[in-house]
Every structure is written in structure tokens, then in C-alpha cells.
């Protein structure tokens, strides 16, 4: 076996020794990239405006363009939104128990088969 | 009386009252003093009022839009199923660049009709777009990591559909 050159960089405190509490708060290292977040540069107002009239499948899909749009959108505080999404959507039974707002928007509106996930262009529901 | 409005560019635009009535900054510009004070301050048509954060062509689209509600109330709240008048959609269009510029105007100018017009026009832009063509017209960075790509395709797989639609 090959022996490895140089020296070893000697951790001071091995994460060993951490209690369990500090080791689960270490900070991770994380790939700076620069991002256009274009939720966070946009005016809260407006951009719950331009919310207000749109349906809970578009919703869903600009949910699924970044990280920090779906964190606004997935979060407890943005209910209201999904609340008037629903509105905009004339004769769409309520809202089941069961489900969250997140999981019945992709169950109604997203055409898709949630046996294959396979695209289907129709929909029979008889 | 009229007022002459100088956009970005130093071009000059010259407006009715009630069409100036309907920009929010021009409206307290010109008559907001005449009504707290008593007297109005833009006495001198000549001066003008400048909007240093408008262009021209982005000013000129504007006042027609002010210059055809100058008589009538435009929608200004109300219900999301509300359906907009038809000349107000052939006037905001489907050009995203465009309309995204309408807004910001709108927004800095004070005018809540056509910034409600222009948060429609964008909402139906959007209309049935998936992820990636939003992302396209928007300028968004997908920024997901592998494991959250992952993970959504566990949620409901639209991620498969996305990565290879069919």
C-alpha cells in the first residue's frame, strides 16, 4: 500500500470528544453560488398580488424553480396564499383533512399518473 | 390646466388634469398642496415634473392607459374572479419584459389600477408554464441540490416529468 506523504493536519478537538449537542450545531460548509432571488427582490405586496391571481398548479410550479421560493411558499405563513389559490378555482371541492394544501393542489391539478409517474394527457375519472 | 412630465430621458410629455389625476405622485405633486395648503404649488406649467426612475417609451405606454380612464374608475380592488375590461388585456399584453417594467412604474408612480392590471398580465403570463419555462422568463437560478431533487421526487415524482417530459 502506498503511504501518504506529508503531514496530517491534527484536528484540535476532535469531534469525537464534542458532546452530541455541539457536534449537531456545527455549522456546515456550504458552496457559495450567487443566485437572482427574485422572490426576495420583488416587493412583498406586489408579489403577493401577482399570487392572488393565480392557480394553485402555477403556484406549485413556481414553487419548484428555487430553493428560497419554495422555503416562502412551503412555510406555514404562506397557507393564505394556497387559501386564495383554491378561490380562483371555480366549483374545486374543499380543502380534505387529510391532505395538505401542497399535496392536493399536485393531486388535482398536476397531470400526471400517481401509480407510474408517467405524464398522461387525459384525464378520465369515471 | 396642464402639466408637462419630463421621463428619464429628458423627453417632455405634456398631460390634462384629469389624466395627470390618475398618477399618484404626479396628483400630489401638483394639486396635494393645493389642497392641505389652501394654494397650489406648481403654478409655473412650464416647469414640469420630473420622473427620474420612468422612460420615455415605458411613460408614453402609461399615459395611455391614464389617458383612457381619464373619465372612468378603473378596477382597483375586488374579487380574483373579477375579469378585467378586454381593452385593459390587449393594452397590458404577453410581453414579460414589458409588463414587468409597467409594474415597476406603476409601483414607483403610485397608480394602483394599472398595478393591479400588470400583477394579472404577469399572473397570466405564468398561467400553465411549467418550472423550467418560468425560470426562463423570470430569470430564476435553479438552485436545488441533488438531494432535494431527490427528495421532491420522492413528494410526488414531478421532478421525473420535469427532467424527461414526454
Known amino acids: 500500500s502506498a503511504q501518504k506523504r506529508g503531514r496530517k493536519r491534527k484536528c484540535p478537538t476532535p469531534s469525537s470528544d464534542l458532546p452530541e449537542a455541539q457536534q449537531a450545531t456545527r455549522p456546515k460548509k456550504r458552496k457559495l453560488t450567487r443566485v437572482i432571488k427574485w422572490l426576495e427582490e420583488t416587493p412583498t405586496d406586489i408579489m403577493l398580488e401577482i399570487m392572488f391571481y393565480m392557480k394553485p398548479i402555477d403556484i406549485l410550479n413556481l414553487s419548484y424553480t428555487s430553493k428560497s421560493i419554495r422555503a416562502s411558499l412551503a412555510a406555514p405563513e404562506a397557507k393564505h396564499i394556497w387559501v386564495q389559490a383554491r378561490m380562483n378555482v371555480p366549483g374545486l371541492p374543499p380543502l380534505p383533512p387529510d391532505m395538505s394544501e401542497w399535496v392536493y393542489a399536485a393531486f388535482v391539478f398536476q397531470e400526471l399518473c400517481q401509480v407510474c409517474y408517467l405524464l398522461c394527457k387525459s384525464q378520465d375519472w369515471n | ?166
Open chain 2, 1 to 166: 390646466m396642464s402639466i408637462t412630465l419630463i421621463s428619464k430621458e429628458g423627453a417632455q410629455f405634456l398631460v390634462s388634469k384629469p389624466v395627470a389625476d390618475r398618477i399618484g405622485v404626479v396628483r400630489d405633486c401638483a394639486y396635494g398642496a393645493d389642497f392641505w395648503l389652501g394654494y397650489a404649488v406648481a403654478t409655473d406649467d412650464s416647469m414640469g415634473i420630473t420622473l427620474a426612475n420612468v422612460t420615455s417609451s415605458i411613460l408614453s405606454k402609461i399615459l395611455v392607459w391614464c389617458e383612457h380612464y381619464k373619465d372612468m374608475e378603473p378596477l382597483v380592488d375586488g374579487d380574483s374572479n373579477m375579469e378585467f375590461p378586454e381593452w385593459d388585456m390587449a393594452y397590458i399584453g404577453h410581453d414579460m419584459n414589458q409588463i414587468l417594467f409597467v409594474l415597476e412604474a406603476a409601483d414607483y408612480l403610485h397608480i394602483p389600477g394599472l398595478l393591479l392590471l400588470a400583477c394579472k398580465g404577469i399572473a397570466d403570463v405564468l398561467d400553465g408554464r411549467n418550472p423550467r419555462g418560468i425560470c426562463d422568463l423570470l430569470g430564476i437560478v435553479m438552485d436545488f441540490s441533488h438531494r432535494q431533487e431527490v427528495d421532491m421526487d420522492k413528494e410526488n415524482g414531478y421532478w421525473r416529468w420535469f427532467l424527461h417530459p414526454t
